[in-house]
Antibody, heavy 119, light 108 residues
Framework: EVQLVETGGGLIQPGGSLRLACVVS????????MSWVRQAPGKGLEWVSVIYSGGSTYYADSVKGRFTISRDNSKNTVYLQMNSLRAEDTAVYYCARATLGGMVLFDYWGQGTLVTVSS | DIQMTQSPSSVSASVGDRVTITCRAS??????LAWYQQKPGKAPNLLIY???SLQSGVPSRFSGSGSGTDFTLTISSLQPEDLATYYCQQANSFLTLTFGGGTKVEIK
């Protein structure tokens, strides 16, 4: 059974840092495209970042230079390091597996972890 | 950037009704469109990809159509468990990926 479990969310002050983790079971993260997608309270979905199976990483303009995606193959876990956090980063952060067969699709999702940036 | 506009933003229908949601792209995207269902408090779930292909395990009352700039998601016979917000998504690459604003489906 495929499971993605995100942890690490919480309340953080503006300018602070937080690291999210996504522990995966049922498939190997290093063989897949792993992505983070966020959803601000009451709002729609926004793609944040992806790490390719080959290790390449890409980011949305809104987080470029502040967020870093990485993975630990031995733990089958994907991370999102978030620095210089702003109020507008407040959201539920979902970890998702992406496929790229003609188009980008997110076929497995975690339950999400809430990040609240507030003083 | 390609903008995705969904309409209506919300719809209320009775069990058994046919419900249609539209998604319009600001420029042509061929058939590179997906639909997701997000139930309250849950993560999104992939329903349709490549505009009209049904994801494995998704009930056949869901269908998608369209190409170019105009797309539709149809629920042929609304069920109580279909209460959710539906999102369209386009992208043939991560850097151009965008979601629509969502359509909330309510049961009368």
């Amino acid at each position: 059974e495929v499971q993605l479990v995100e942890t690490g969310g919480g309340l953080i002050q503006p300018g602070g840092s937080l690291r999210l983790a996504c522990v995966v079971s049922g498939f190997t993260v290093s063989s897949n495209y792993m992505s983070w997608v966020r959803q601000a309270p009451g709002k729609g979905l926004e793609w944040v970042s992806v790490i390719y199976s080959g290790g390449s990483t890409y980011y949305a303009d809104s987080v470029k230079g502040r967020f870093t995606i990485s993975r630990d193959n031995s733990k089958n876990t994907v991370y999102l390091q978030m620095n210089s956090l702003r109020a507008e980063d407040t959201a539920v952060y979902y970890c998702a597996r992406a496929t790229l067969g003609g188009m980008v699709l997110f076929d497995y999702w975690g339950q999400g972890t809430l990040v609240t940036v507030s003083s | 950037d390609i903008q995705m506009t969904q309409s209506p933003s919300s719809v209320s229908a009775s069990v058994g009704d046919r419900v249609t949601i539209t998604c319009r792209a600001s420029q042509g995207i061929s058939s590179w469109l997906a639909w997701y269902q997000q139930k309250p408090g849950k993560a999104p779930n992939l329903l349709i990809y490549a505009a009209s292909s049904l994801q494995s395990g998704v009930p056949s009352r869901f269908s998608g159509s369209g190409s170019g700039t105009d797309f539709t998601l149809t629920i042929s016979s609304l069920q109580p468990e279909d209460l959710a917000t539906y999102y369209c998504q386009q992208a043939n690459s991560f850097l151009t990926l965008t979601f629509g604003g969502g359509t909330k489906v309510e049961i009368k």
